[in-house]
């Protein structure tokens, strides 16, 4: 998904500019481009392809200047080209913008922009903001509102207003004008924006890791907002037009916790990171052999009044935070004994779903800013449900608008393909279920803390499993030529082979589908060839007979096979390949089964020469439909 940034200091914005895009790349982009303003005018770069491609247009000519918008596209309106890419400028060329989101109305903005003779550069809905601010701006001068900074509202800022309440859909916006060397304004509407506060220089960004390089104290901004960025301060005006004042937060984490700290890839490192991450997840939550969620300790939503009182759990959310509440549904149902629902968010949010008055929603996102799940999470509130938000930003949509969050501490993820958000996601969930199952006496307080102390072993036995890696490498060396992969399991099982089925088309561009075992003579099997591998997730002891009978049948059409499963287990005689995880209990494998999936999806991609942290045609955040 687009990358927008935004500096104004005492430094030159152009390499500020373009570093803040780099840690913006794993957001998934095709073409990116500058704008920086100098002795009032603007110069504007941009070039289809990777950020090199920019570089090399930018390394023929001085640009200089210490005020400037960069962007990296994703495209959504117009294939990506040099013209497409932003910023785009209004006629006059005085005014550049940067954007994040869809403008859904722009085709009438444009009709109605055309019969007052603009002329249109490119086929972005982007153009039509700079076309309408410059529409506005040029009234309020003819009108006499000449700048005058420090008497009130400035045209630009009123022009800025009115042009955005033209505006349907979605967006963050970083504006900057050739009669205002001083500012750059932001603005943001259901796309993430953050600003970076500095020592005599101030940055706007879609995430933190541009940030970082500058400063550590932030302000996230909210729904609606403007904001005015100088060299010195920072204005923040809500959408009722008020000014507003917020303290700005702290980032805790390092700035290397966002690099790649010596591994290939991101995608590498995250998959390492799992065991700690899990730790990190796990740990805060553990207070005397119980789980005590801290963040929880609200006046008006007790989790345990919640839990209690619920008959039935919702959960919603998209692609890997799916199969996350796939695993979910089996960990509530097995431990609490609780009826839970599972869908996914664009789904739910168009299904005209039925509310239960004691429904406790679950909301996953790594992001917290994917549109979809936005939607369904406004959608569940709307019907009066509470909101538990699991998600790994802290400042994002989702934990700003949950009635509570639990945060999985999973640290940045960069490589699009999630691996520790899924991973963490699952620590919450197995967290938040034995916990219902103590409040509502569904376990013994016996087993629940033998539980736990289960869950406290897994960061470990991530770490032993995570030390065979070469294992998997060189199984996909010599597999990773299968045009179709499929991954079946039964129960937990299912819903780890639907997440490495998606890890594998996602990065490997593999033919990759996952089903439940059971399903295998109902259909899948008809696929079965001598070009197929076949994956099965095996982790549910009372269920081994039956994967046993389901590679027999795969071996017998001369599909390959490949289980992943306990240390002790009976699959050697009949699987082609055996590759065990160290044991925890059976509903707890999850946690650790989907490693070897993760591992097997970047050794495949790898292979066959792709890049695992960008796959193709993927953004990292999904901010728009
Ligand atoms: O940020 P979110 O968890 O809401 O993102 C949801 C999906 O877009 C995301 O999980 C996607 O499927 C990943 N590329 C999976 O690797």
Avoid at 54 to 81: F, M, N, Q, Y
Avoid at 234 to 244: D, F, S, T, Y
Avoid at 386 to 402: C, D, K, P, Q, Y
Wanted: proline fraction near 4%; include cysteine; hydrophobic fraction near 40%.
């Amino acid at each position: 998904m687009c990358g927008i940034t935004g500096y104004i200091g005492d430094s030159q914005a152009a390499p500020v500019l373009l570093g803040a895009l780099k840690k913006l790349e794993y957001r998934g982009y095709d073409s990116a481009g500058i704008a920086v303003l100098d002795e009032g005018t603007i110069t504007v770069r941009k070039a289809k392809g990777p950020l090199s491609a920019l570089e090399e247009k930018l390394a023929d000519a001085v640009i200089t200047g210490s005020l400037g918008i960069g962007h990296t596209r994703w495209a959504t309106h117009g294939e990506p080209s040099d013209i497409n890419s932003h910023p785009h400028t209004d006629v006059s060329g005085q005014i550049a913008v940067v954007h994040n989101g869809i403008i859904e109305n722009y085709l009438s903005l444009k009709e109605w922009l055309q019969t007052r003779e603009v002329v249109f550069r490119s086929e972005t809905d982007t153009e039509v903001i700079a076309h309408l601010i410059n529409f506005y701006y040029t009234g309020e001068k003819a009108s006499g509102g000449m700048p005058k900074p420090g008497f009130g509202e400035p045209p630009l800022l009123r022009a800025v207003q009115n042009a955005l309440e033209r505006l349907e859909g979605s967006y963050a916006l970083a504006i900057a004008v050739a009669d205002y060397p001083d500012r750059i304004i932001a603005a943001r509407k259901d796309s993430p924006l953050v600003i970076g506060l500095g020592q005599g220089e101030n940055l706007i960004a879609s995430d933190i890791p541009a940030l970082l390089p500058h400063t550590r104290d932030v302000i996230y901004m909210e729904e609606g907002e403007l904001a005015v960025l100088y060299r010195d301060h920072v204005e923040l005006i809500n959408a009722q037009g008020g000014r507003v004042i917020r303290a700005p937060s702290r980032v805790e984490w390092d700035a290397e916790a966002a690099e790649k700290g010596g591994f290939a890839h991101f995608m590498l490192k995250e998959i390492h990171d799992q065991a700690k991450a899990l730790s990190d997840t796990l740990r805060p939550r553990i207070k005397n052999g119980g789980i005590v969620f801290e963040e929880f300790d609200f006046e008006n939503f007790s989790f345990e009044a919640c839990a209690g009182e619920a008959k039935r759990i919702v959960i919603t959310a998209c692609g890997t935070a799916w199969h996350a509440a796939m695993v979910a549904k089996y960990a509530f149902e097995h431990f609490a004994r609780i009826p839970v629902e599972v869908d996914i968010a664009s789904e739910y949010r168009y299904r005209n779903p039925v509310p239960g008055e004691k429904d406790l929603v679950i909301i996953i996102s790594q992001s917290g800013e994917t549109a979809d799940t936005l939607a369904a999470m406004r959608l569940a509130k709307k019907g009066g449900n509470r909101i538990l938000a699991i998600t790994n930003v802290v400042g994002s949509t989702l934990a700003r608008e949950a009635d509570l969050t639990l945060f999985t501490w999973a640290g940045p993820e960069i490589a699009v393909a999630s691996t520790k958000a899924f991973t963490t996601q699952l620590m919450c969930l197995y967290l938040l279920a034995l916990k219902l199952a103590r409040v509502r006496s569904r376990v013994t307080e016996g087993a629940y803390r033998n539980y736990i102390d289960e869950l406290a072993r897994l960061p470990l036995l991530a770490e032993e499993l995570l030390s065979k890696q070469k294992l998997i490498q060189r199984f996909a060396s010599r597999q990773f030529n299968k045009t179709k992969v499929f991954f079946m399991g039964r129960q937990f099982d299912y819903a780890i082979s639907l997440e490495s089925a998606l890890k594998l088309k996602e990065i490997s561009y593999t033919h990759s589908e996952a089903f439940a075992a059971g399903e295998l003579k109902h259909g899948p099997i008809a696929l079965v060839d001598k070009n197929t591998l076949v994956v099965a997730i095996a982790t549910q002891t009372a269920l081994f007979d039956k994967i046993i009978s389901n590679i027999k049948e795969i071996s017998a059409r001369g599909g390959a096979s490949l289980v992943i499963t306990w240390e002790d287990n009976p699959f050697g005689p009949v699987a082609d390949e055996v590759f065990t995880i160290p044991k925890t209990l059976d509903p707890f494998s999850p946690m650790l089964a989907i490693i070897p999936a993760q591992l097997f999806a970047y050794y495949c991609s790898i292979q066959r020469g792709n890049n695992p942290d960008k796959p193709r045609n993927l953004a990292k955040s999904v901010t728009v439909e």
